[in-house]
């Protein structure tokens, strides 16, 4: 029965829509929500189902303890944060409807917005408090953004009036509005105890919740920012096979994070269309400064030359992305975008290795399948550095303990980002003390200068202090980075409204913008 | 009858307790020894070291390996499969979570393979070297021959993806609502039982045949009729019921690629998320449950044909 009357929905879609509409479907990108036809013109009602790559009993209905997409993607239908970020990762507000600070960006005044909870109740300062002292709370190791917040100094935080939160940090602090940004940073109501019956400020109201399968959602009525234009909401796990079958064969309208080969095959049929977030990811080859051969600034130098940047792209992304500049965050806010393009330059490279004592040597490249075309770039990399005379050894570890053995494995690796800020990526991997310095870059002295840029508050200073450490990088660091994934995702032809912006954003996955023609 | 078989059951029971047991030891070692625990592998960019370590000590693999299996056991002996490592919840909900669609999925395809296979194998088996047993035997040779994953991408492709007459998963759907989601996924298993099960069926049904008793019945003037339902399918079915036993592990395989092509949330799903996340209690809970229904299928697959021919209890 239900399966009848979907063919018939999508074959009247096809028929109605055909010519202009159709066209304009089918080109796919960020102009998919502003369509000027009349056929573009937003609907209400329906169902959308979302398909996100699934995490089985790992996944969590504790906006506080997420780190998979899927779960990230059902909190934020429920829950809500005070600043998300915009598709360039600068802070736009959200529960907040604006900030200021002393001056020194230490203490920081947050205006709420005139926002409800699911229960009727009114979002307040106190829910703020309640919020970041559940995120902080010591006896939960797995509250994600203990280490991101942690410089919040909540006994000397207050609420000024019911709608005015003040937040004191224990060190200046400019990015301190994307911290709360950062992943787990909910707001929920004030004495929240149990995850399981989900009370939020967001566009969708919790029906139910299975891991590893579901979540059912319901338009919430009083959404402060415009209600939902669908009437039920459904996030869904599968991996990428299922996925992509289900999106194609209307079984769901939404498919998350699709592989370039799966673009090409639906490029071709007219069921589905690929909304695509340009170079919104980094992968890069990580050379770790304090062994050897890569203690050797030439040696880096030496392997970024040979990197055939354009040639990875197309092959390992099947030419869905951009090749890289050896940098993190192109197109985010503080990327310095004047620096030139690292060509390939063989015998240049050659020479470096030659003076190196590194011609004729081989070194060991440690990969794994952790995450899609990583073994395939490391394999294609190996023949590229080959020219040079140089052996680069592939090992393949175990995918699931990667991104722990990346830091102590191998003296090259594969490494990938998502969308997050340049300071967040820093502060990350790039410190002394970064929990995840997968390239051992320790300096004190960049540990300093990022710390003095950080509590510039002149927006355009610090950008210029940025920009400084970033050419360092580029120069000298391990990084090579040599693609820009695009960020796929896929949806069924009569949803309208999908953006394609950065994952991590506040506009990817807004269920609450989309609608069904 | 009853005397033979009560002391064979028991016998084989106890034998049965005594694997299972061994098997116990053997998930707690084998998962033991794959790299990375369920904290460590819960390390990502929104992890610190610091906190890994917290949750080491808060989930208790920090104790040494047999003190942690000592207590699974003491549970386990007590009824209670203990508490997963990644979702904090019952083991036994995990359990009852996942094997619902497995029943579901391994009964509906053996409600399709058993009439079928039994059928066509004694179609073949009266029909010896003809030239309906070659062409039926080519036929399931063929099927059981192509990988289940192929099967399935194929018929996902045709009957879902082209045509769009069946669901191509089972994600957003559930089987209440729409049971044609059953239909690809048992046609996929069916492939891989059928030929397996009816080439038993026409071994036994020709073995019976073949048999002095049957041929001397014959010589008397027994109705054909008669002679194959009263005679010949009783000794017939005997490899059949033990194949039918094997067809359990065989549709275990099956159901792991079949629920992976498919997304179907059940048992095959659990036990590889829970290998791949490292959650041990759920591995070993979900291990003892599918042993002691191996145990248990194997062990009505002998008393039913100690029943159907009870000599073959004697011959053991």
Known sequence: MGRVSEALGRRGFLGLAGGAGLAAVVGCGADAGAGSSAAAQPKQGGRLRAVYAGGGAKEVLDPHVQSLFVDIARHKAMYEKLVELGPDLKPVPRLAAKWEHDGTATTWRFSLRDATFHD?????????????????????????????????????????????????????????????????????????????????TGAFKYVSFEAGRSLVATRYDDYWDEPARIEELHILSADAEA???AVQGGQAEYANDMTATFARTAEAGRTVRIVAAKASMMQAFVMKVDQ??????????????????????????????????????????????????????????KALLAKAGLAGKQVEIFTADASAGFVEAATLFAEQVAEAGVRLKVTTGSPQTYAKDLLTKGAIGNHRSGAMTIPQYFTDRLLSNSPFNVTHWRRPEFDSAFAAARA????????????????????????????????????????????????????????????LA | MRLVAMPYAVQRTLLAVVQLAVLSVLVFVLTSLLPGDAAELRFTETLTPEQVAALRVELGL???????????????????????????????????????????????????????????????????????DRAISSVTLALSAIPDFVIAVVLVAVFSLRLGWLPATWVGGDLLSSPALLILPVAVLFGRTVCLLSRQVRAGTVA?????????????????????????????????????????????????????????????????????TRDIPTVQGLTLVLAVAALLINLAADLTCNRLVPRTALLR
């Open chain 1, 120 to 200: 009727g109740g009114k979002l307040v300062a106190e829910d703020v408090l309640y919020s970041l002292s559940r995120i902080a709370d010591p006896k939960v190791p797995e509250r994600v953004a203990q280490s991101s917040l942690a410089t919040l100094d909540l006994k000397r935080s207050k609420a000024i009036d019911p709608a005015t939160v003040e937040l004191v940090l224990t060190a200046p602090n400019a990015e301190f509005p994307t911290l709360l940004a950062g992943i787990g940073t909910q707001i929920v109501r004030n004495g929240f105890k149990d995850p399981t019956k989900p009370v939020g």
């Open chain 1, 243 to 245: 996925r992509a079958n």
């Open chain 1, 292 to 349: 050897p051969p890569f203690d050797n600034p030439d040696v880096r130098l030496a392997f970024k030359l040979l990197a055939d940047r354009q040639r990875l792209v197309d092959v390992v992304l099947a030419g869905r992305g951009e090749v890289g500049n050896d940098l993190f965050g192109k197109g985010y806010q503080y990327y310095p975008a004047d620096l030139p393009q690292r060509e390939r330059d063989v015998d240049k490279a």
């Open chain 1, 456 to 515: 510039v508050t002149s927006e355009q200073e610090r950008s210029a202090k940025y920009g400084v450490l970033q050419k360092t990088l580029r120069d000298e660091g391990g990084i090579l980075a040599w693609g820009l994934p695009d960020y796929l995702v896929a949806v069924s032809a009569k949803v309208q409204g999908v953006q394609a912006v950065p994952p991590n954003t506040l506009d990817q996955g807004r269920f609450d913008k989309v609608w």
């Open chain 2, 62 to 132: 920090d104790q040494p390996a047999p003190e942690r299996f000592v207590h699974w056991l003491r549970d386990v002996l007590t009824g209670d499969l203990g508490t997963s490592l990644i979702s904090g919840g019952p083991v036994a909900g995990i359990v009852r979570n996942s094997i619902g669609a497995t029943l579901v999925l391994t009964l509906a395809t053996l409600a399709v393979v058993v009439p079928l296979a039994v059928a066509l194998g004694i179609v073949m088996g009266t029909r010896e070297n003809g030239r309906i």
């Open chain 2, 208 to 276: 019976a045949l073949n048999a002095d008793y049957i041929i001397q019945a014959r010589r008397l003037g027994v109705p054909r009729r008669q002679l194959l339902l009263r005679h010949v399918l009783p000794n017939a079915a005997v490899p059949g019921v033990q194949e039918l036993a094997r067809t359990g592990d065989t549709l275990l395989g099956g159901v792991l690629v079949v629920e992976a092509i498919f997304a179907i949330p059940g048992f095959a799903t659990a036990l590889v998320d829970g290998v791949e």
